[in-house]
């Protein structure tokens, strides 16, 4: 069965530096991924989009890696700041199944001033 | 601008009456719509998504239904709600018409407590 995993355990950095959010997966074939900002009591908020045959995706301080062969991705929020402590979720949309969109369990990251 | 309303935003139920929580979105035609549920802690699990009115896809054989009795409103139901059934029920929707790229778009969820 499809499995998608993220790190359990919470993130902390310091403001200002990069934060690293990684997300892989098994038996899948992607269509594409997505990552999402989920705050405490409030539904998720999409972030970015990467196709299968794209390698990188950025959006001002947000970047996102697609490894298709590690069966990967990786996020990063570059200068990153307070604001930025949620939870973070990836999503994988597969081949035959693209009106279905599956979660990993999050990445919660806490940035300290 | 398309909206999405999902209520109640919490709600207490005793062990075996029934429950019924909707969502509607505003602003866009023919969606693809979904329930997901999230346990304390855990990720999101896609319970049904609906491509159009009447045409529903259960994920999880499990103690709870859905409907879409109109083309931009979800319904998910249960008959007896166990305490399994406790959870943060989040509605959302997504451009259907076959469109594969697009994102997700959530309601801001319903905390159930079934006690």
């Known amino acids: 069965s499809q499995k998608i995993e993220q790190n359990s355990e919470a993130l902390n950095i310091q403001e200002g530096k990069t934060a690293t959010l990684t997300c892989n997966y098994t038996n899948y074939s992607p269509a594409y991924l997505q990552w999402y900002r989920q705050d405490p009591g409030r539904g998720p908020v999409f972030l970015l989009l990467?196709?299968?045959?794209?390698k990188e995706k950025r959006k001002e301080r947000l970047k996102v890696t697609f490894d298709t062969t590690l069966k990967q991705s990786l996020f990063h929020i570059t200068a990153s700041q307070p604001a930025d402590s949620a939870t973070y979720l990836c999503?994988?949309?597969?081949?035959?199944?693209?009106?279905?969109?599956?979660f990993g369990a999050g990445t919660r990251l806490a940035v300290h001033p | 601008s398309q909206t999405i309303h999902q209520w109640p935003a919490t709600l207490v139920q005793p062990v075996g009456s029934p429950l019924s929580l909707e969502c509607t979105v505003e602003?866009?035609?023919?969606?693809?719509l979904y329930w997901y549920r999230q346990a304390a802690g855990r990720g999101l699990q896609l319970l049904f998504y609906s491509v159009g009115i009447g045409q529903i896809s259960s994920e999880v054989p499990q103690n709870l239904s859905a409907s879409r009795p109109q083309d931009r409103q979800f319904i998910l139901s249960s008959k007896k709600l166990l305490l399994s059934d406790s959870g943060f029920y989040l509605c959302a929707w997504k451009v259907g018409d076959g469109v594969i790229n697009s994102p997700l778009h959530f309601g801001n969820g319903t905390r159930l407590t079934v006690t």
């Open positions: 999503a994988l949309s597969f081949s035959g199944g693209y009106n279905k969109l599956i």
């Open positions: 602003g866009t035609s023919n969606p693809n």
């Open positions: 990467i196709r299968e045959n794209e």
